[in-house]
Nanobody
Framework: QVQLVDSGGGSVQVGGPLILYCAAS????????VGWFRQAPGKEREGVAYIERDGTSRVAESVRGRFTISRDNAKNSLYLQLNSLKDEDTAMYYC??????????????????WGQGTQVTVSS
């Protein structure tokens, strides 16, 4: 079983940057796909980005060009660089993993393993 611990959230002003981190432990060789999803109060979960072990990645249209996902397989770590943050990016962000993703939505579905979440608050 894989365990995920995500961190790096905080409060930032509109237009500012932030980096989120996710550390994986346990049976990490099964984690071909790792990524991030977010959930704002009163809204559904939204897949943000994922990256596979070979570097193939997918980023949601709502954050494309502003967010960058990367992973370090040797360190079992996942990163999400958030730039040009907007009010609507305010949400709890969760690191997630599963054997295969295929779509961003699968990060939020049954079968995925999640971290505990880290809050990102963007204010003007």
């Amino acid at each position: 079983q894989v365990q995920l611990v995500d961190s790096g959230g905080g409060s930032v002003q509109v237009g500012g940057p932030l980096i989120l981190y996710c550390a994986a432990s346990g049976y990490t060789s099964s984690s071909n796909c790792v990524g991030w999803f977010r959930q704002a109060p009163g809204k559904e979960r939204e897949g943000v980005a994922y990256i596979e072990r070979d570097g193939t990645s997918r980023v949601a249209e709502s954050v494309r060009g502003r967010f960058t996902i990367s992973r370090d397989n040797a360190k079992n770590s996942l990163y999400l660089q958030l730039n040009s943050l907007k009010d609507e990016d305010t949400a709890m962000y969760y690191c997630a993993t599963r054997r295969n993703c295929y779509t961003l939505a699968r990060l939020t579905e049954l079968g995925a393993i999640w971290g505990q979440g880290t809050q990102v608050t963007v204010s003007s």
